[in-house]
């Protein structure tokens, strides 16, 4: 009985938590759309034909994104204003396309919407000069339904969409809402780093701005990369990521050999100008061989990471089993990807600038790092 009637304490308790907090959020919602319609009803009483003639404005405070729309027909921009605005979007709105285009160079916009058929400039023209002025932007082309061929076309010409009118209010603000989910993934996608799979000697050449992981090897989540010889040792070594994280290094502090080290000890370090970091064991074993070359040449664990560079060669002891912790091929550039922009975050260890080389090692080298699939 004690049980049934905690059960339904809990079972309320979710319940009401549930109602107040869509309450709450319905309130919200309301407050930000009557804003909204104040502002609607203000701004579009505003004169703005100092930039565009027929320029009507609408901003809304922190606008989900802001468009441009051009139509030559006043009751469909009025249509774009109301719907769209009360949606959280900043809306300009103009009846000719080159007012659009002299908008396009001079503000920032996220979106054009231009009608298909207009008698100065037509839609295909205007796709045409958005795309070239403002490769960024997307353009959304307005038609009825006996030009959707040449919609389609102009998709072609760099439009990302077409819409077609009438449209009721519930079909405009879906369509915007799903327009901005796609922007944003791709500009999300475009923001990510960009890794790729190279053969050993390849990372010699791969541009500064990019990041490469050693095809056919294993890495750690310490950033240290493994090679499996043919005799059933493995090679070891560092990766772009710290490579490109520590920038020089002065001298390459080697395993001695004989030694047996347990996986996520501390295995080898790298001395720089302005710090120190050790690079965790990413299997256990014993150390047979090291690169004795990078004694007197230390730069070779930077300058070819993943063939020359390498640091010391180990007879694992427990290959089978530590060999899942390790990561290979697409979870690797995944895990790259999310492990630069951790990097580079204004509170990652490269956020001011110069590279902190303690927390740099306590962040992403260290023994209990994981690497995520």
Not at 77 to 94: A, C, M, Y
Not at 114 to 127: A, F, H, N, R, S
Not at 259 to 285: D, M
Not at 310 to 324: I, Q
């Amino acid at each position: 009985m004690t049980a049934i009637l905690i059960l339904f304490m809990f079972v309320a308790f979710v319940g009401m938590d549930f109602l107040v907090r869509t309450t709450l959020r319905r309130r919200r919602e309301h407050r930000e759309r009557q804003a909204r319609e104040a502002v609607l009803n203000t701004s579009i009483k505003l004169d703005f034909t100092h930039e565009a003639k027929s320029l009507k404005r609408v901003e809304v405070p922190n606008p989900k994104a802001r468009i441009l729309a051009v139509d030559d027909e006043a009751v469909v921009l009025d249509s774009f204003r109301r719907i769209l605005v009360l949606e959280g979007f900043s809306v300009d709105t103009v009846e000719h396309g080159p007012e659009a285009l002299g908008l396009v160079q001079r503000r920032d916009y996220d979106f054009v919407f231009t009608d298909l058929k207009m008698p100065d400039m037509d839609g295909v023209e205007v796709v045409k000069a958005v795309k070239h002025l403002r490769p960024d932007l997307d353009v959304v082309v307005i038609t009825g339904y006996g030009s959707i061929e040449t919609a389609v076309q102009t998709l072609q010409q760099g439009a990302c969409e077409y819409v077609q009118k009438p449209f009721t209010a519930e079909e405009l603000g879906d369509f915007a809402k799903k327009l901005l989910i796609k922007r944003e993934a791709r500009l999300d996608a475009a923001r990510r780093p960009n890794v790729r799979v190279v053969s050993p000697e390849m990372a010699e050449v791969v541009p500064a701005s990019e990041f490469c992981v050693p095809g056919g090897a294993f890495l750690s989540a310490g950033h240290a990369w493994v090679r499996i010889e043919p005799e059933g040792q493995v090679r070891i070594g560092i990766d772009d990521f710290v490579r490109k994280a520590l920038g020089t290094v002065r001298e390459v502090v080697l395993p001695e050999r004989g030694r047996t080290v347990k996986q996520g000890e501390p295995l080898f370090t790298l001395k720089g100008a302005t710090g120190t970091v050790h690079v965790a064991a990413p299997l256990s074993g014993r150390v047979e061989h090291d690169n004795a070359g990078l004694k007197s040449d230390p730069g070779e664990v930077m300058h070819s990471p993943y063939d020359r560079g390498w640091v010391c060669l180990l007879t694992p002891s427990d290959l089978a089993s530590e060999l899942a912790s390790l990561k290979i091929g697409q979870p690797v550039i995944d895990w790259y990807q999310e492990e630069i922009l951790r990097l580079r975050t204004p509170n990652g260890p490269q956020g001011a600038g110069a590279l902190d080389w303690t927390a740099f090692e306590q962040q992403f080298l260290g023994a209990n790092q994981q690497v995520h699939a």
